[in-house]
Structure formats: C-alpha cells, structure tokens
C-alpha cells in the first residue's frame, strides 16, 4: 500500500500563494489518479484538483485560473501550485491517490487564508 505525506501549507494573506506537495512511497504500482481534496471547518472534503497518469488534469469550478496541479511520476509527486488565494480556500488539504480502484489519503496540510 502506498504511502502519502504532504508538505507545504500555513498561512498567507488573501491573494497570496502557497504550493503544496506529497510524496508517494511505499508500494507505488497501480497509482492511475492522484490529485488534492479540502475540508473547510464544518464542511464535507471536495475535490481541488486531479491528475491522470497521462497528464490530463480536471479542477473544481472554484480554482480553476488560480491553482495548478503537476505531477513527476519519476518521483511519484505531485504538486498543488495555489495562487490568489481567497478566505474560502482555508481549508485541511488532503493528498488522494487512486491505486487499483482504492482510494488512498494523506494526513492533511492546513491552509489559513486571512482577508
């Protein structure tokens, strides 16, 4: 089973940015999806952004301009370039992968967004 740790996150005032990464290890084989999903405070988690093993990616609605995902199969890590942040962006930042129909999650990295 793979294993996923994020890194990045903190604090930054409204319109600033911040990146985010997570680094895959463990038992990588089979990871098709990886992508980042948010938990604001008393909401449910939803999806931020995707990235297919081709390179195709897919983002919510509400970042699509400001955020940007990659993603270095060599290294198995992908990468969460935020931009313009706003308020609503504060949030747990999940790392995903899909392995083998399996979902797989990291730990989470807090976002703090000030206006």
């Known amino acids: 089973q793979v294993q996923l740790v994020e890194s990045g996150g903190g604090s930054v005032q409204a319109g600033g940015s911040l990146s985010l990464s997570c680094a895959a290890s463990?038992?990588?084989?089979?990871?098709?999806?990886m992508g980042w999903y948010r938990q604001p405070p008393g909401k449910q988690r939803e999806l931020v952004a995707r990235i297919f093993t081709g390179g195709t990616t897919d983002y919510a609605d509400s970042v699509k301009g400001r955020f940007t995902i990659s993603r270095d199969n060599a290294k198995n890590t992908q990468y969460l370039q935020m931009n313009n942040l706003k308020p609503e962006d504060a949030a747990v930042y999940y790392c995903?992968?899909?392995?083998?129909?399996?979902?797989?999650w990291g730990q989470g990295t807090q976002v703090f967004v000030s206006s």
């Open positions: 995903y992968a899909r392995q083998f129909l399996r979902a797989r």
């Open positions: 463990g038992n990588t084989v089979g990871i098709a999806i």
